[in-house]
């Protein structure tokens, strides 16, 4: 189970790093694709700002290129070793997953950036002010 204070629970939940009360989302679906990078200002519960400076979540491209490859390799395992299929088959699957989880990608890459650098405060309520 994932407990409040884990960066594992912040990645996985979308939530504030600081103080894991809230969604950074403003939709918690990523597959509202409209809506896929649109996120709360600063968290409404510890005040934390989540675009630390501007462009702050360029550097998720590097996160999200890095999922990509484990999600490819993970991919050609399955369909490839798992499977037995062809080598042309394997690429079909290895792109339906890259497509098919394109905006779950680029979530995780996201909260996994800024939690890099966010760490959670237990004692958030106190340090607020």
Do not use: Q
Not at 18 to 34: A, F, T
């Amino acid at each position: 189970m994932l407990k409040k204070g884990s960066k594992l629970n912040s990645i996985l939940t979308g939530s504030c790093p600081k103080c894991h009360e809230e969604s950074m989302y403003l939709d918690k679906n990523p597959y509202n694709l409209g809506n896929i990078y649109k996120m709360h200002e600063k968290c409404s519960h510890c005040g934390t700002r989540y675009s630390i400076e501007p462009s702050f979540f360029y550097g998720a491209m590097y996160v999200s290129y890095g999922l990509g490859v484990a999600l490819s390799v993970a991919a050609f395992i399955v369909s490839y070793v798992f499977f037995g299929s062809t080598l042309i088959t394997s690429f079909i699957a290895i792109v339906a997953t890259l497509v098919g989880l394109m905006p779950v990608i680029m979530r995780l890459a996201r909260n996994i950036w800024i939690n890099m650098f966010v760490s959670y405060d237990k004692d958030w309520k106190e340090n607020k002010g």
